[in-house]
């Protein structure tokens, strides 16, 4: 399985390449994160933001591979513990079918990517920068996993 990360902003700077790169490189080749970056929507004075994220949804669709799980990402989105994630993840694996994490840019995702989701998740009430959301996936993901595991890493 593969979990692909699909998330709106390029151009990061090298602390957010280096954190989230150390921590998908420590997944397994059965569970492997693959970042997909959307360029972001087009702003400018005689267009609206709306118009941008609506771009962007277009963007992040396109690029969805085939019958996968899609999770949005989304301050509306449901609250998972650590240990809810890593029985997701668990479940996730189990199926066969890749799972496709979308991270929306400054404006949040469009309707249309809340609408093909099959469920909303929230990181925190808080609102995160995109860039940081992308190196706190990866090390929930990996905490996640090594939770399932055994492994140390995680502790209670």
Do not use: F
Not at 60 to 72: Q, S
Not at 77 to 100: I, K, P, Q
Not at 109 to 127: F, G, M, P, V
């Amino acid at each position: 399985m593969r979990i692909h990360l699909l998330a709106v902003g390029t151009r990061m700077p090298s602390w957010v390449v280096e954190g989230y790169r150390e921590y998908a490189k420590r997944l397994p080749r059965e569970c492997s994160l693959q970042l997909t970056e959307i360029p972001l929507g087009k702003r400018h004075k005689s267009m609206n933001p709306a118009q941008a994220k609506q771009q962007e949804g277009q963007a992040l669709l396109a690029a969805l591979p085939k019958d996968c799980t899609v999770i949005a990402l989304d301050v509306r989105g449901n609250h998972w513990t650590t240990e809810d994630l890593a029985a997701r993840l668990r479940d996730w694996m189990g199926s066969g079918r890749d799972v496709a994490l979308l991270v929306g840019g400054p404006e949040g995702l469009s309707q249309s990517c809340l609408e093909r989701a099959h469920q909303r998740w929230s990181l925190s009430a808080l609102t995160y920068p995109h860039s940081l959301v992308r190196v706190v996936l990866a090390e929930q993901l990996y905490r996640a996993w090594t939770l399932g595991t055994g492994h140390p890493y995680h502790r209670s």
